[in-house]
């Protein structure tokens, strides 16, 4: 793994070369850094928050402020951003440059620092980190808690290796990673944080896939991990991973490797695709909530149940009336609810609680181009969604089950994170 730092004359150029959009719809805020002094800030209601919009195809990052919904900053970054998400905390957009080695760290600028017995808010302005992380191939990044894995794949044809880092919001400003992991050969893999635990992949090296086939469990020792058990029973081609408070299950492509944790105690069972499920068809990803036991599974055929409790999958019947396909597809900021944007421009809600049982649908849109593919950012500060749907952006209420904002861009937009104080810290007074 190779860090670098940005010299500080770079820095001072890259600021010089921000720039904002020239749209009718948005006005440029420039804004220097500060810092709210006022002992009762902590009081107030939190923020709207920021979305950091990655230009498509050009190596630009356009930061919103989502209050009046104005452009912050333009921040030129140093490759298209192939991929883009939250830092654990949402302070920081990591810009993933998969095809390019490479993964940059933008400041967004809102967050919130222990100042006595309280925390102060900070709104500063965003700005492009001098944090970079070079290694081959970046492509799974997993944030749970306070922390997030980066598995970077390695590559077949170099015969270069796999790598898996552990960050934070902490460890990012302080230009340093938690820990490393240096696999002995290349893989598409991916990891799950448990604690001081990190269940990640294993592929053999003579195996004819670049996929995994096997889970092994890592403990964290300093700034490396020790691996502390491989499990027995086997996934095949595994691709996709989430996890509840009991359980951590990876998909494979004769179904589900299910391993529930019972302290320091790791115990792995296989739950079997279905017999109706389609030849060819395997679920590759899995998404949820971690209060519910049972997750959601998507494949080509759709979506579907994965009982870990129960030891079943069955497929998902989320339709409300015939005809009805999926276009996009999300959760809320606290996967408190699954979120499917049908063909007739409607938001379903779901819910974990109740669940996965329909329980609203938003009208969003009149029509959608047959080649749509909106994609859904979810708040984590409040019950709001921004879909980004061509060049126009549209705020929803989920709570109140309504749109209630909306604004366009002037720019290809590709993928999209959305920065900001997610929650106050309790007050220890």
């Not at 440029?28 to 850094?33: A, M, T």
């Not at 959760?331 to 609203?360: C, P, R, V, Y």
């Amino acid at each position: 793994m190779k860090i670098n730092s940005l010299p500080n004359i770079v820095l001072a150029s890259a600021a010089f070369l921000l720039v904002g959009c020239n749209s009718s719809e948005t006005t440029v805020v420039e804004k220097e850094p500060t810092v709210i002094e006022d002992d009762h800030a902590h009081d107030e209601e939190l923020g709207k928050g920021r979305l950091a919009i990655a230009e498509s195809e050009q190596a630009m990052l356009h930061i919103f402020d989502l209050e009046d919904n104005t452009l912050v900053d333009s921040i030129t970054l140093t490759h298209p951003a192939e991929y883009l998400y939250a830092s654990p905390e949402n302070r920081y957009a990591v810009a993933v440059q998969r095809t390019l080695d490479s993964v940059e760290f933008v400041d967004g600028g809102l967050w919130q620092e222990l100042h006595g017995d309280h925390y102060d808010q900070h709104n500063d302005a965003p700005m492009l980190t001098s944090f970079q992380l070079h290694d081959v191939k970046p492509t799974h990044y997993v944030p749970r808690g306070d922390k997030a894995a980066i598995f970077f794949d390695g590559n077949e044809e170099t015969a270069e290796s796999a790598n898996l880092v552990l960050l934070s919001d902490e460890s990012i400003a302080l230009e340093k990673l938690i820990a490393e992991y240096h696999f002995d050969t290349y893989m598409h893999g991916t990891a799950e944080i448990r604690g001081d635990f990190v269940l990640t992949t294993l592929r053999e090296s003579d195996a004819e896939t670049t996929l995994p086939a096997q889970v092994a469990l890592l403990e964290v020792h300093d700034d490396h991990f020790h691996q502390e058990q491989v499990f027995e029973t086997t996934c095949p081609a595994l691709h996709g991973s989430f996890q509840t408070e009991q359980h951590i299950a990876f998909a494979c492509e004769d179904g589900i490797l299910a391993i529930e944790q019972q302290g320091s105690v790791f115990t792995a069972h296989k739950i079997a695709n279905p017999t109706d499920l389609p030849e060819g068809v395997r679920i590759g990803s899995l998404k949820g909530s971690e209060e519910n036991e049972v997750m959601i599974g998507i494949s080509r055929a759709g979506y579907h149940l994965v009982d870990l409790t129960e030891k079943s999958i069955t497929a998902f019947n989320w339709q409300a009336e015939e005809g009805l396909t999926s276009v996009s597809y999300g959760f809320d900021g606290h996967n408190e609810h699954m979120i499917i944007l049908d063909n007739t421009g409607q938001l379903n809600l779901f819910s974990a609680e109740n669940n996965w049982q329909l329980e609203k649908r938003i009208p969003l849109f009149d029509a959608l181009a047959e080649d749509a593919k909106p994609s859904i950012i979810a708040s984590k500060a409040h019950e709001f969604i921004y879909v980004i749907n061509g060049q126009e952006v549209t705020t929803v209420d989920l709570h109140d089950g309504e749109v209630i904002n909306h604004f366009d861009l002037n720019f290809v937009p590709g993928k999209a994170a959305w920065l900001g104080v997610a929650n106050e810290e309790e007050h220890q007074h």
